[in-house]
């Protein structure tokens, strides 16, 4: 199968401490690939390199296909709705509107987001704010979507819907999934593969196929 993702001996340093020590791994099209470790080890660092928003040190990194990032500090402007942000997000990805209209109206439902479109993140949950994201991410048509601590802060209840909703959504768009968490059962639940890093500085200390 397809590898959209590859990364060679990627090295990342911050102010002179050595953060990722020489990671190296492959992510196949259509894979569900999760990367686990402890807090600290560098886990989403890794996750924003391989978006293209973290510079690095050394190493190759090569993504083939566009990314739809969902980063695990909740981004949405506060004086736009959610369905402000999420068409902000894809007028400045170039994605038509109609297109991203589209999507919003199918998934919104399905990610219990319906009723909420048109309310400001203030008047929303957590939970509720963490499936705009992944709507807002849906709606930039993404080959490859990263998902950096998804289910932190999460009840048990939202956490079961939201691993049924990352499951569904690869099924049904044929997506590749990257998802970091260091909440091990969560993250099996969802991944083929599991990248287990040692902590800082982090190396690959495992490969474990599910």
Excluded: C
């Excluded at 297109?99 to 509720?128: N, Q």
């Excluded at 044929?174 to 969802?190: A, N």
């Amino acid at each position: 199968m397809e590898t959209v993702i590859v990364v060679e001996g990627l090295v990342k340093t911050y102010n002179g401490e050595l953060v990722l020590d020489h990671i190296s791994l492959r992510v196949r099209k259509g894979e569900s690939v999760g990367i686990a470790g402890p807090n600290g080890a560098g886990k989403s660092t890794l996750l924003r390199i391989i978006a293209g928003i973290e510079p690095y040190d050394d190493g190759i990194v090569q993504v083939k296909g566009s990314i739809g990032y969902v980063p695990q500090d909740i981004i949405l402007l506060p004086w736009r709705t959610v369905r402000g942000n999420i068409l902000l997000a894809a007028k400045i990805r170039g994605i038509p509107r109609l297109e991203a209209e589209k999507i919003v109206e199918a998934e919104a439902p399905r990610l219990g987001l319906e009723e909420y479109l048109d309310r400001y993140p203030k008047e929303i949950s957590g939970g509720t704010r963490r499936k705009a994201q992944i709507l807002m991410a849906l709606a930039l048509k993404p080959d490859i979507l990263l998902l950096d601590e998804p289910f932190t802060g999460l009840d048990s209840s939202t956490i079961e819907a939201l691993q049924e909703t990352i499951r569904r959504l690869r099924e049904e768009y044929g997506l590749t999934i990257v998802t970091v968490s260091h909440m091990m059962d969560e993250l099996t639940s969802i991944s083929d593969r599991l990248i287990l890093l040692t902590y800082k500085p982090a190396r690959i200390k495992a490969v474990v196929e599910l």
